[in-house]
């Protein structure tokens, strides 16, 4: 496997395809110690999935049956949010704005409540800090919420940054350490010679020569050449719609991030409500449709009425990369030198922390965090016929 141990008194050249939340959480942490970083993207830095989401560190209210895994390595994250933030604060002056309100999972209905029990008992199984609170009780935190409420679920644990100024702080947080982000500037291939990886081959044809190159393409990583088609890591893009509301950041509507049937919301300090998002299988589509935004609407309503009086501010359309088993991809590729850092489809901002940590470590030392073990692109290797 690769490892750049030997090279980082030399200057280990890292190229990485891709200026997302993942691609420069990983060049922050190699240029902060020592490596020589450059981040190649197609169009602006930070204009991908990591400008299109909510901001969520939805760890425990989103773990799903199945996805032990996840849970556990987005539990890491969560755990190195704090500190992440605090460091980014104290190198670059911006606060990304980790909130710490925690989640209401709201029940409006009584079928909603049963639902919710359903899938509480999994994630109680797993450990996860979540529990049930009455309608009074649920009330009492977001008075704004529906005249029919069942109740809730709880996640004092799960909290939210704003992701647009996280990809700020990123930025600056890796030019601060020597990395260079090259925005406008796609690459087309991946430089494999002889089983190595060599650098990179932007669309114009300028050649880059790196000792490692990471894939962090996010919804795009499955199209750039170089690697053979089934060797590419199996992303796709899942659209998102989503919408801001304005309130009043004096006195907003509510406070927590709140999940409902159908919708999200999420507020943010400066008034703007965030509800989100569709998840569909239209591949690079961009259309905002009356019927994505009007079924998201329709449930922040029935969940929030009083949003009905508040201004829209934005809409917008991005692309989650959501991998053949809805986790990311993690580790070496199929090249030497080839690290894929790629497919965090619903939880790229909250993996971002322990994404750029357990990278970076894998790149500079060989080392593979145990987090990140269960992760690597050979899961998805078809099984070996019996001898
Ligand atoms: P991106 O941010 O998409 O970055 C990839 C970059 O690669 C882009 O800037 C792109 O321009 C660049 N690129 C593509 N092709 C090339 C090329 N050929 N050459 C050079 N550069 C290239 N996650 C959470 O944790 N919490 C949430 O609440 C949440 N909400 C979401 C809501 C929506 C609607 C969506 C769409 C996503 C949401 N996510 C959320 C998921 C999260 O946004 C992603 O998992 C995360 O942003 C992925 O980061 P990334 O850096 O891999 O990808
Ligand atoms: N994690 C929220 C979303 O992907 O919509």
Redesign the pocket.
């Known amino acids: 496997m690769t490892t750049g141990s030997a090279r980082i008194g030399s200057s280990l050249k890292v190229a990485i395809?891709?200026?997302?939340?993942?691609?420069?959480?990983i060049a922050w942490r190699l240029a902060a110690k020592g490596a020589k970083v450059e981040v190649?993207?197609?169009?602006?830095?930070?204009?991908?999935?990591?400008?299109?989401?909510?901001?969520?560190?939805?760890a425990c209210c989103e773990a799903e049956p199945g996805e032990d895994a996840l849970v556990a390595l987005g539990r890491e994250s969560q755990a190195r949010w704090p500190a992440f933030a605090a460091e980014l604060r104290s190198l670059t002056g911006v606060d990304v704005e980790l909130r710490d309100e925690g989640t209401l999972v709201v029940a409006l209905t009584a079928d909603d409540q049963a639902r919710i029990h359903h899938h509480l008992a999994h994630q109680k199984k797993l450990g996860l800090p979540l529990e049930w609170i009455s309608a009074a009780e649920t009330r009492r935190r977001e008075p704004h919420l529906a005249g029919k409420l069942a109740g809730a679920v709880w996640s004092p644990q799960d909290h939210?940054v704003d992701?647009r100024k996280l990809?700020t702080a990123l930025r600056l947080a890796a030019e601060a350490a020597g990395a260079v982000v090259h925005e406008h500037?796609?690459?087309?291939e991946i430089a494999i010679a002889g089983g190595r990886t060599h650098g990179l081959v932007?669309?114009d044809g300028t050649k880059v020569s790196a000792d490692v190159v990471v894939l962090?393409?996010?919804?795009?990583?499955r199209?750039?050449a170089g690697v053979a088609t089934e060797q590419r890591p199996p992303v796709r893009p899942?659209?998102?719609?989503?919408l801001a509301l304005k309130m009043d950041p004096a006195a907003p509507l509510i406070s927590h991030v709140i999940w409902a049937p159908g919708v999200?919301l999420?507020p943010r300090r400066d008034g703007r409500l965030i509800i989100?998002?569709?998840v569909e299988e239209k591949a690079f589509d961009t259309t905002l449709t009356a019927g994505g935004l009007l079924t998201l609407l329709e449930a922040a309503w029935r969940t929030v009425p009083a949003i009905e009086e508040l201004a829209i501010d934005e809409m917008?359309?991005?692309?989650?990369?959501g991998s053949r088993d809805d986790a990311?991809i993690l580790g070496p590729g199929p090249a030497q030198g080839l690290i894929y850092?790629?497919?965090?489809?619903?939880?790229?901002?909250?993996?971002?922390p322990v994404t750029a940590d357990a990278i970076a470590k894998l790149v500079l030392e060989g080392a593979t965090e145990p987090a990140i073990r269960p992760f690597g692109i050979d899961r998805f290797a078809p099984p070996r016929a019996a001898e």
Not at 316 to 321: D, Y
């Open positions: 395809i891709g200026a997302g939340v993942i691609g420069l959480g190649f993207d197609r169009g602006a830095a930070g204009s991908g999935a990591s400008y299109a989401a909510a901001g969520m560190l939805a939210q992701n990809a500037k796609p690459v087309a932007l669309a962090a393409a996010g919804a795009w990583s199209g750039i899942i659209k998102g719609q989503m999200y999420v989100g998002a569709t917008w359309v991005g692309h989650r990369p990311p850092a790629t497919g965090h489809h619903r939880n790229g901002i909250l993996l971002a």
